[in-house]
């Protein structure tokens, strides 16, 4: 597949691309936290432009930002 936001990626190849565990993706999937994703029998799948998406409102200044500024520099 080439690299492009409409591609579909694993939850391992999601996981290696955040630096996060396959497990940790899991848990966010069954709370909700984690970015959106598809199910295709019984097979998930993320898009790679969802993936980014979420990633990007995570972006933090410090470690006492707590992401609900307004503010925009």
């Known amino acids: 597949m080439t ?3 409409h591609q579909y990626m694993s ?4 996981a ?4 996060l565990s396959p497990r ?3 848990r ?3 709370s909700g936290d984690g970015p959106e994703f ?3 029998g019984n097979r998930v799948r993320y898009l790679r432009a969802d ?5 990007s409102k995570r972006r933090r200044r410090s470690t006492s930002d ?7 520099p």
């Open 3 to 5: 690299d492009t936001p």
């Open 11 to 14: 939850t391992r190849e999601v």
């Open 16 to 19: 290696a691309l955040l630096g």
């Open 24 to 26: 940790t993706l899991d």
């Open 28 to 30: 966010y999937r069954v």
């Open 38 to 40: 598809h199910k295709f």
């Open 51 to 55: 993936v980014e998406a979420w990633a």
């Open 66 to 72: 707590d992401g609900l500024s307004q503010e925009t």
